[in-house]
């Protein structure tokens, strides 16, 4: 089993739609859950931080921690074009060394 | 420069070959981590360095594997004797500091492929 499981998508949405992401991790010692974006051919950028449960909202995004059950979301609000990416989530017992899930590729269609 | 600085961008290789990429961090950045992304998956830790030194080294999946970063600044990854399967992107990240609260900057990565 792996560590962070992703659902790998690909999803397709239309503009204006709410995105769900999310993953699931086995370790309960992992107190650092972060989204990054990734587009094509780029490197990852991080989108949310959070280290405890409940929400942590920035504009569009929001980001849903719950340890009890070893679950994390990121919702998009209003998703546009320029939210196609892969989204990968990524979690930490440190922060210094991230496990990455596999990605989930996004396509915002106008 | 204002962000990660990752050369070769493409590297292409014969299978045995000694290859080395190079990582320039933001400047001023003491935490330098190198990363591998297969194709379709996420990022993989492989080490990472606080100033000189490797803090953490137990993502490298061999002994073909060695970095270095002498001065606290430029990172190298070395990999000697290239196998058809260390085809991936390597990605480079720096860290103002490395602390758990401090944000991980990714440079755009080697695309590594082994013929």
């Known amino acids: 089993q792996k560590e962070v499981e992703q659902d790998p998508g690909p999803l397709s949405v239309p503009e204006g739609a709410i995105v769900s992401l999310n993953c699931t991790y086995s370790?309960?010692?992992?107190?650092?859950f972060m989204w990054y974006r990734q587009y094509s051919r780029k490197g990852p950028e991080l989108l949310m931080y959070?280290?405890?449960?409940g929400n942590k909202e920035d504009g569009r995004f929001t980001a849903q921690v719950d340890k009890s059950s070893k679950y994390i979301s990121l919702f998009i609000r209003d998703s546009q074009p320029s939210d196609s990416a892969t989204y990968l989530c990524?979690?930490?017992?440190?922060?210094?060394?991230?496990?990455f899930g596999s990605g989930t590729q996004l396509t915002v269609l106008p | 420069g204002a962000g990660v600085s990752q050369t070769p961008s493409n590297k292409v290789t014969e299978k045995g070959k000694y290859v080395e990429l190079r990582c320039d961090p933001i400047?001023?950045?003491?935490?330098l981590y190198w990363y591998r992304q297969s194709l379709g998956q996420g990022p993989e830790f492989l080490i990472y360095?606080?100033?000189?030194?490797?803090?953490?080294d137990s993502g490298l999946p061999n002994d073909r594997f060695f970095a270095v970063r002498p001065e606290g600044s430029v990172s190298t990854l070395k990999i000697q004797r290239t196998e058809r399967g260390d085809s991936a992107v390597y990605l480079c990240?720096?860290?103002?500091?490395?602390?758990?609260?401090?944000?991980?900057?990714f440079g755009q990565g080697t695309r590594l492929t082994v013929v």
């Open positions: 990524a979690i930490s017992l440190s922060a210094r060394q991230l496990t």
């Open positions: 370790n309960s010692a992992f107190q650092y």
């Open positions: 959070t280290y405890s449960s």
């Open positions: 400047s001023g950045h003491t935490a």
């Open positions: 360095f606080q100033g000189t030194g490797a803090a953490d």
């Open positions: 990240a720096s860290s103002s500091t490395g602390g758990a609260h401090t944000e991980a900057f």
